[in-house]
């Protein structure tokens, strides 16, 4: 999946990508840019999180 990197100012893949809750229930996919190796997270959508768990994109981390 795709979220923005502070470092490298764009969209980029996410590497290494784990999908964590917060602690107000919201999803949250966290991981590292691929070019630079910044860490990067992206909210997610209960939706989108489970699409992305079942596709293997982000790993299950709660
Ligand atoms: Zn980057």
């Known amino acids: 999946m795709d979220a ?3 470092k490298c100012k ?6 290494g990508a784990e999908m964590t809750k917060t602690a107000r229930g919201g999803f949250m996919a966290k991981g590292k ?3 630079c190796g910044c860490g990067m ?3 997610m959508s209960e ?3 489970e ?3 079942k596709s293997g994109e ?3 981390a709660f």
């Open 4 to 6: 923005r990197c502070m």
């Open 33 to 35: 840019c691929k070019d």
């Open 58 to 60: 982000a790993k299950k």
């Open 51 to 53: 699409k992305a768990m």
């Open 10 to 15: 764009a969209q980029k893949p996410m590497a």
């Open 47 to 49: 939706a989108d999180a």
């Open 41 to 43: 997270c992206k909210i």
